[in-house]
Structure formats: C-alpha cells, structure tokens
T-cell receptor
Framework: EAGVAQSPRYKIIEKRQSVAFWCNPI?????LYWYQQILGQGPKLLIQ????????DSQLPKDRFSAERLKGVDSTLKIQPAKLEDSAVYLCASSLDWSGAGTDTQYFGPGTRLTVL | QKEVEQDPGPLSVPEGAIVSLNCTYSNSAFQYFMWYRQYSRKGPELLMY????GNKEDGRFTAQVDKSSKYISLFIRDSQPSDSATYLCAMPQGGSEKLVFGKGTKLTVNP
C-alpha cells in the first residue's frame, strides 16, 4: 500500500514570497490533516479535512495560509506571503475515517521542509 | 502550562540499555495516549496506542499510563541502534481527531 505522498520535499524562498505544498493521501482515506512542525517542537495541527469539508482550522493563520482539498482526495496548502517564522516542516497525514474519538491511526507523509530567508 | 509536556533530551544510551521516555499532561479529558516515532527527515509513525491506565506491551516496547498522576511512559528494553529516533507522545483532544503532541525526545542508541 502506497503511503502519503508530499511534494516538494524541500523549498527555500524569500520572505513575502508565496509557496504551495501538495499532498496525496493514502487511497480511500477520508480524513486529511496538515501539520506544522517547527524545529525542536512536536507537530501542530493547522487544518483537518473530512472528505472535502473542513473539520477544524482553528490554528490556521488565515490571513496568510489557505488550504483546499478538491474532490476529497489531493490537497494543497498555500502560504502567501511567507514570514521568517513560517520556516518549518509541513506534514500531511491521512486516516481512514473520522470516528470523532481520536482513535483512527494517522499516517504521515515525509513532509516538506520550508526555509524562509 | 502546556497541555502536554515532554523533556526534549537529547538522550544517549548504550546498546542494550533500558530506555524510559515520559510525558505529563494537564487536561484530564485526555482518554487515549499514543507514542509516535520519528526518524530523521521522515514523518512520525504510530508506535503504540493505549486507552486505560496500566501497562501495554508490544515486543520490546511497553507503554504505561497513570491517569491519576497524568503521567505516561514508554519503556524500550534491549535498545538497538535502529531505535535512534525522536519519540513523540500524543493525545487526541476529546471529541475530535486533533492530536496534541509533546515536543519529542531525541534518543540515540550507541553501538
């Protein structure tokens, strides 16, 4: 079974530029998550989709971050404009379903490492 | 006070040692407790998952939960160099799939 795919793996941009990340979840997984992992920290949830609807985006800085999940499969996360503090690894994860109990295993992709100069 | 506290280490041990990794949490609503392992430049992968207080064993790994103290532990017996990774504790917030992670403890097992 193929895992969660993410691209690009690495990205270096100047502050105030825009950047987009792509995620392809495991086939058949209804729930998709984007996490931000700053160096030395645990992942922090940015946004959660159930199929193509948003379940939780309470920690997404909506003035600069946006995300979409068209047709309930692939997803893109965009940052515009980027700030220095956005330097982090952006992880995509997927799970089979949404039980609401936190018990569905989340499978993570390898992440995109973003450096903002 | 952060919801989940975890000593980031780093922790360095010789091969064969018993390793103890710990987290404390403040939210008594947490009901499920997970340990993820993250190798360098990889995404986290679920290692163990437990619900109730007490111990759960899986091979060389034992997860322990003490809800009265809001304290969870992961023990690794006969540690191997391949266990070198960052170990993250995580707990889903009640009624959602939103995982709250600790900072992670970086472990190095030296041959």
């Amino acid at each position: 079974e193929a895992g969660v795919a993410q691209s690009p793996r690495y990205k270096i941009i100047e502050k105030r530029q825009s950047v987009a990340f792509w995620c392809n979840p495991i086939s058949g997984h209804a729930t998709l998550y984007w996490y931000q992992q700053i160096l030395g920290q645990g992942p922090k949830l940015l946004i959660q989709f159930q199929n193509n609807g948003v379940v939780d985006d309470s920690q997404l800085p909506k003035d600069r971050f946006s995300a979409e999940r068209l047709k309930g499969v692939d997803s893109t996360l965009k940052i515009q404009p980027a700030k220095l503090e956005d330097s982090a690894v952006y992880l995509c994860a997927s799970s089979l379903d949404w039980s609401g109990a936190g018990t569905d295993t989340q499978y993570f992709g390898p992440g995109t490492r973003l450096t903002v100069l | 006070q952060k919801e989940v506290e975890q000593d980031p280490g780093p922790l360095s041990v010789p091969e064969g040692a018993i390793v103890s990794l710990n987290c404390t949490y403040s939210n008594s609503a947490f009901q499920y407790f997970m340990w993820y392992r993250q190798y360098s430049r990889k995404g986290p992968e679920l290692l163990m998952y437990t619900y109730s207080s007490g111990n759960k064993e899986d091979g060389r790994f034992t997860a322990q939960v003490d809800k009265s103290s809001k304290y969870i532990s992961l023990f690794i017996r006969d540690s191997q160099p391949s266990d070198s990774a960052t170990y993250l504790c995580a707990m889903p917030q009640g009624g959602s799939e939103k995982l709250v992670f600790g900072k992670g403890t970086k472990l190095t097992v030296n041959p």
